[in-house]
C-alpha cells in the first residue's frame, strides 16, 4: 500500500533531550517535507527536500534538523527540544521535485509534548 | 509576508444548505490546494488548481480559483453530515516550491 510512515504516533519527553521524528514513503517520490499544526495558525512548514541531499527551510525552521540521506526517508530532528515545539507534526511528500500539479501525501502524524 | 486566509474560521451549517469558504492569498499563484482533514486524523487532498479560472467539481464540493482576485473558494451544496470536517487551503507561490496554508476552515454540518 502506497503511504507516507510517521514514527512514533506520540511522544512524550523533556526539555533538552534530543530527539527524532521518522518519515518514510513507499512511492518513490522526490518531494518531502516537514510541517508542524498548531490551533488557530493551520500547518506551517519547517523543512522541505526536493531531493536526496537537497534540504531548503521552511517558515519555521529554528530548533529543527532536518536530512535526506535516501530517497525514501527524511527524519526529523530536535536537537535540544523545548516546550513551545509542542505541537503537531506532519510528514508529507509528492512524487515530482516541481511539484505543479502535485498534491500532498501526508503521514499520520506525530503528537509531541515537550514538559 | 506572505498570507493565506481563509474565511470563515468556523462555520455550522444545516444539512441541505449551501455554503461557501474563501481562500485568500497574498503572493503571486498559479498553484492553489484544497485539503479535508478529519478530527484526530491526517490531511487528504481535495482538489488541486493550476490556473485562472479553474474549477473542479468532486460530489458536493467545487472549487474555483481566481487568480487575479488572489482568491479561491469551496462551494458545498446540500451539506450532508459527512461533510463535517476542517478544511485548508494552501497556496505555492509561483517563483518557489514551498507550501503556504490557510489556517483552516472547521466545518460542522447539524440534522
Known amino acids: 500500500e502506497a503511504q507516507v510512515t510517521q514514527n512514533p504516533r506520540y511522544l512524550i519527553t523533556v526539555t533538552g533531550k534530543k530527539l527524532t521524528v521518522t518519515c518514510s514513503q513507499n512511492?518513490?517520490?522526490?518531494?518531502m517535507s516537514w510541517y508542524r499544526q498548531d490551533p488557530g495558525l493551520g500547518l506551517r512548514q519547517i523543512y522541505y527536500?526536493?531531493?536526496?541531499?537537497?534540504?531548503d527551510k521552511g517558515d519555521v525552521p529554528e530548533g529543527y534538523k532536518v536530512s535526506r540521506k535516501e530517497k525514501r526517508n527524511f527524519p526529523l530532528i530536535l536537537e535540544s527540544p523545548s516546550p513551545n515545539q509542542t505541537s503537531l507534526y506532519f510528514c508529507?511528500?509528492?512524487?515530482?521535485?516541481?511539484?505543479?500539479?502535485?498534491?500532498?501525501?501526508f503521514g499520520s502524524g506525530t503528537q509531541l509534548s515537550v514538559l | 509576508e506572505l498570507k493565506v486566509e481563509q474565511n470563515p474560521l468556523f462555520l455550522s451549517m444545516q444539512e441541505g444548505k449551501n455554503y461557501t469558504i474563501y481562500c485568500n492569498y497574498s503572493?503571486?499563484?498559479?498553484?492553489l490546494y484544497w485539503y479535508r482533514q478529519d478530527p484526530g486524523k491526517s490531511l487528504e487532498s481535495l482538489f488541486v488548481?493550476?490556473?485562472?479560472?479553474a474549477v473542479k467539481q468532486e460530489g458536493r464540493l467545487m472549487a474555483s480559483l481566481d487568480t487575479k482576485a488572489r482568491l479561491s473558494t469551496l462551494h458545498i451544496t446540500a451539506a450532508v453530515h459527512d461533510l463535517s470536517a476542517t478544511y485548508f487551503c494552501?497556496?505555492?507561490?509561483?517563483?518557489?516550491?514551498?507550501?503556504?496554508f490557510g489556517t483552516g476552515t472547521s466545518l460542522t454540518v447539524i440534522p
Open positions: 488548481l493550476l490556473s485562472n479560472g
Open positions: 503572493t503571486t499563484s498559479d498553484r
Open positions: 508529507a511528500s509528492s512524487l515530482r521535485a516541481s511539484i505543479v500539479n502535485e498534491k500532498l501525501f
Open positions: 512511492m518513490n517520490h522526490e518531494y
Open positions: 527536500s526536493m531531493n536526496v541531499e537537497v534540504t
Open positions: 494552501a497556496v505555492v507561490p509561483n517563483t518557489g516550491n514551498q507550501f503556504y
